[in-house]
């Protein structure tokens, strides 16, 4: 800020000519700060892994670190969202991450003697982020039309769902078309879920038994791999 505020203008050295505005350098400065924050969660050396996660995950990472599963006034999550580059409508309706809660549907909910998977979508002001069982629309984690990256947290929630359903090859397959067991980052942000989950709870075994499984066949193709090059 202080550099910044030194010069009555700043141009943008990546693009001549062009002037680095207010809006834009205070951007900057809060995905900065998001970055490092994130950075810290993910890894206790600093935030140098920071720069493959997409801006998707990244929020919900520090969501999840700051707010857990509580709910959360929407204001705060506006400011969460926009310095991740995103919008909180962006969030609930094209990412399904957030839910709004409060109101009367919520209140219903909570009523209910059943325990239900679907999130309660309530009419007040705050939100919650969804839990994994929550997220069940069939495109998560698969390639759209737009073409757009798949966020890292819609592909470990999709393993999830696979893991459950019992079926080890699907999630082999997925992980092997989707290089994840070659991103550097993954197996630390499975850690970062890890520690972030509930204990005892599902979505922890679920992470732990995936993370487990992850480190076996790893193993297992280092020790193939010493046994080629002995012969």
């Known amino acids: 800020m202080e550099a910044?505020?030194?010069?009555?203008?700043?141009?943008?050295a990546n693009e001549p000519g062009q002037i680095l505005s207010v809006a834009e350098f205070l951007c900057h400065v809060r995905r900065m700060v998001v970055d490092f924050v994130v950075g810290r969660v993910l890894s206790a050396e600093g935030n140098e892994a920071i720069v493959s996660l997409d801006d998707v995950t990244t929020?919900?990472?520090l969501h999840r670190h700051d707010f857990g599963m509580q709910d959360v006034p929407g204001g705060v999550c506006i400011l969460y969202a926009i310095s991740c580059g995103l919008s909180d409508r962006a969030l609930s309706d094209q990412y399904d991450i957030l839910a709004k809660t409060g109101g009367k549907e919520t209140e219903d909910a909570e009523e209910g003697d059943e325990e239900s998977e679907e999130a309660p979508e309530g009419t007040g002001s705050?939100?919650?982020?969804?839990?994994?069982?929550?997220?069940?629309?069939?495109?998560?984690?698969?390639?759209?039309?737009?073409?757009?990256?798949?966020?890292?947290i819609d592909q470990v929630h999709r393993i999830m769902h696979l893991w459950k359903e019992g079926d080890v090859v699907k999630v082999e397959e997925y992980l092997e078309k989707r290089g994840l067991k070659r991103l550097a980052i993954f197996p630390k942000f499975l850690q970062a879920l890890i520690e972030l989950s509930e204990n005892s709870s599902e979505e922890r075994s679920l992470l732990e038994t995936i993370s487990n499984h992850l480190i076996a066949k790893g193993k297992k193709y280092i020790?193939?791999?010493?046994f080629e090059k002995v012969e």
Request: glycine content about 6%; cysteine-free; overall charge positive.
């Open 223 to 226: 020790e193939a791999d010493l």
């Open 126 to 152: 705050k939100v919650r982020i969804k839990a994994w069982s929550q997220r069940k629309r069939k495109g998560m984690g698969y390639e759209n039309n737009a073409g757009t990256p798949i966020p890292l």
């Open 4 to 12: 910044y505020s030194k010069y009555p203008v700043v141009k943008k």
């Open 59 to 61: 929020y919900y990472l």
